[in-house]
């Protein structure tokens, strides 16, 4: 499954796409919105808060993706 990155394709200026509401950050990251919400209130994930409205930064959600990325490990007997 392919996940586009908003910033990466941004046609007008860096940070054009770079805030996403909860359903995009939810897409994003491949999880539901009530996940997304627990990891907010864990302070696993960070928000930015715009006047009444909370938005998810697409490099705090890479970072998240980053810092829980795991590699196979080989078994040895």
Do not use: C, W
């Not at 980053?66 to 490990?73: G, K, M, P, T, V």
Request: without cysteine; proline residues 4%; hydrophobic residues 35%.
């Amino acid at each position: 499954m392919s996940v586009e990155r908003p910033h990466a394709t941004a046609p007008i200026g860096d940070h054009f796409g770079r805030l996403l509401p909860i359903n995009s950050a939810a897409e994003y990251l491949g999880v539901s919105r009530a996940t997304v919400q627990r990891l907010v209130h864990r302070g696993e994930l960070a928000i930015v808060k715009i006047g009444g409205s909370t938005r998810y930064d697409v490099d705090d959600l890479d970072g998240y993706i980053d810092s829980n990325r795991r590699r196979n490990r080989t078994r040895t007997a």
